[in-house]
């Protein structure tokens, strides 16, 4: 089975654009978590979605949205880049919907840098 | 609220053991374990739930402590490719597939 692809790989953006970033989960998952990492924070939670609806938030601002599809792919999107923005963004996806005791497997990620 | 794991940095001696730790100030309704390797994505290692069940595969195995909210990871006979960051993630609650993560440990295996 393939397994968590995400892309693109690295992006370089201005402060003030936007960006989306895509996953797509290993086959037959259905749940798509977003985290956020960087050296100072360590790994953050974003959001989670599952059957096209976000299921949980993290505490983040609201310039960081996400939807998936019905194929169970997922973007991400960061409206009005902020330097502070800069990190490694992971998507990891898990099989059953109902959280805790199901395992998540992570993709490569995608190396966002904003100057 | 994270967890916090220690120690916060580890080095070994290729055949050694080594311990790492995640406690949470939180109730737990489960813990999950990963390794990263430099620039590379972190990797499932076992995830246990609430009720201290005790997993384990090859020479990695964890414990999960309910009453003190701790989970703890053995790595022994440490090999080479035992080298990375190690993260827990827990969760408090059955609401989804969101984890809080640990600030990490760092193992390095020298030969």
């Known amino acids: 089975k393939a397994g968590v692809t995400q892309t693109p790989r690295y992006l370089i953006k201005t402060r003030g654009q936007q960006v989306t970033l895509s996953c797509s989960p290993i086959?037959?998952?259905?749940?798509v978590s977003w985290y956020q990492q960087t050296p100072g924070q360590g790994l953050q939670f974003l959001f989670e979605?599952?059957?096209?609806?976000?299921?949980n938030k993290g505490n983040f601002p609201g310039r960081f949205s996400g939807r998936q599809f019905s194929n169970s792919r997922s973007e991400m999107n960061v409206s009005t880049l902020e330097l502070g923005d800069s990190a490694l963004y992971l998507c990891?996806?898990?099989?059953?919907?109902?959280?805790?005791?199901?395992?998540?497997?992570f993709g490569p990620g995608t190396r966002l840098t904003v100057t | 609220q994270q967890p916090v794991q220690s120690p916060q940095a580890v080095i070994l001696r290729e055949g050694e053991d080594a311990v790492i730790n995640c406690s949470s100030s939180?109730?737990?309704?489960?813990v999950h374990w990963y390794r990263q390797k430099h620039g590379e994505a972190p990797v499932f290692l076992m995830i246990?739930?609430?009720?201290?069940e005790q997993k384990g595969h090859d020479k990695i195995s964890a414990s999960f402590n309910e009453k003190k909210q701790q989970s703890s990871l053995y790595l022994t006979a440490s090999q080479l490719s035992y080298s990375g960051t190690y993260f827990c993630?827990?969760?408090?609650?059955?609401?989804?597939?969101?984890?809080?993560f640990g600030g990490g440990t760092r193992l390095m295996v020298k030969p």
């Open positions: 990891a996806s898990s099989l059953v919907a109902s959280g805790g005791a199901y395992e998540q497997y």
């Open positions: 086959s037959g998952h259905r749940s």
């Open positions: 979605y599952f059957s096209e609806t976000q299921r």
């Open positions: 939180k109730a737990l309704y489960s």
């Open positions: 246990l739930l609430k009720g201290g």
């Open positions: 993630g827990t969760e408090s609650n059955n609401a989804g597939n969101m984890l809080t």
